[in-house]
């Protein structure tokens, strides 16, 4: 499906953003149905790509995880979904102090 399509391009480091924009579309449209390891993988593959708005995306796949509750979730998929969240942080405030000596 849709989660093993974004992992797949994300674990080859393939630039693909049309193809991320048509997943996140998709996945919008079907997150109801997606399972712990789905949503997981999704969100690691997010985080690993650049997409340039990732935002709507992270609404909608949070409200889902929220939704399937902490313990659907093993700690790998935890990290997973941390992960996006923070890469979505980053993107909207950059630790400028750190990046500065760069």
């Given at each position: 499906g849709l989660a093993i399509i974004a992992w797949a391009f994300a674990t080859l480091?393939?630039?693909a953003p049309q193809l991320f924009d048509a997943i996140a579309h998709a996945s919008e449209q079907r997150i109801g149905?997606?399972?712990a390891q789905e949503l997981a993988n999704t969100?690691?593959?997010f985080a690993i790509v650049d997409t340039a708005d990732r935002g709507a995306f992270?609404?909608?796949l949070s409200a889902r995880a929220a939704e399937m509750g902490l313990a659907a979730f093993n700690g790998e998929q935890r990290r997973h979904l941390h992960q996006l969240f923070l890469s979505v942080e980053l993107d909207a405030n950059p630790p400028t102090e750190l990046l500065a000596p760069i």
């Open positions: 480091g393939t630039p149905n997606f399972n969100a690691w593959a992270v609404k909608v």
